[in-house]
């Protein structure tokens, strides 16, 4: 199956400062990509999707001046987090589809915890 | 407003025990994916069925999609330790894909 890396793969922040995640697919392009925020013992919660090269689109009720996303190439898409406050604190995870067949392929996250 | 519904949410059973998992919904989805995810990691893709009525086994793990391809269930027999985690069932609608809430299992030694 395809591969997609998260850099860092955890992260601790202090309150007020910025962090930046790195999602990569490593053997295919994606000009789509997608992020998740888990809460412990819940599902996946749609964050944003990633367009490459476009704006990213943001799911309701999340803050797009707050979630930063770029998506500068094929197979890199970055979320920052700006003025992380401790209820930023998640496990952040990136995925990115494939075209055929249309499949998503999940990094291995990313826990943010910001004190 | 497409939903994906997941039952059971929490699944706690013996080793050697049989269940089943449904994802349940309205809409038509082009093909369904189900998904494994443990504690601290990203979820892995299990299984991809596309076709209805397409039956698929991995294992111990059997993945039907229902004709109309709007439902799917996992069958898990004889269950292990192992096995324990969160299924996730996500249907996919052009280049939407539609997450279920999880079942979380717990299979107890």
């Known amino acids: 199956g395809a591969v997609v890396s998260q850099h860092p793969s955890w992260v601790i922040c202090k309150s007020g400062t910025s962090v930046k995640i790195e999602c990569r697919s490593l053997?295919?392009?994606?000009?789509?990509m997608f992020w998740y925020r888990q809460f412990p013992k819940q599902s996946l919660m749609l964050m944003a999707t990633?367009?490459?090269?476009?704006?990213?689109?943001?799911e309701q009720g999340v803050e797009k001046d707050k979630f930063l996303i770029n998506h500068a190439s094929l197979t890199l898409s970055t979320l920052t987090v700006t003025s992380a406050h401790p209820e930023d604190s998640s496990f952040y995870i990136c995925?990115?589809?494939?075209?055929?067949?249309?499949?998503?392929?999940f990094g291995p996250g990313t826990r943010l915890t910001v004190t | 407003t497409q939903l994906l519904e997941q039952s059971p949410q929490f699944l706690s059973i013996q080793e050697g025990e049989n269940l089943t998992v449904y994802c349940n919904s309205s809409s038509v989805f082009s093909s369904l994916q189900w998904y494994r995810q443990e504690p601290g990691e990203g979820p892995v893709l299990l299984v991809t069925?596309?076709?209805?009525?397409e039956v698929k086994k991995l294992k111990r793990l059997t993945f039907q999609f229902g004709d109309a391809r709007k439902d799917s269930s996992l069958h898990i027999t004889a269950a292990q330790p192992g096995d324990t985690g969160l299924y996730l069932c996500a249907g996919v609608k052009g280049f939407k894909t539609i997450f279920g809430a999880g079942t979380r299992l717990f299979v107890k030694a």
């Open positions: 990633s367009n490459e090269g476009s704006k990213a689109t943001y």
């Open positions: 053997d295919f392009q994606a000009t789509t």
């Open positions: 995925s990115a589809p494939t075209s055929e067949p249309y499949e998503q392929y």
């Open positions: 069925v596309v076709t209805g009525g």
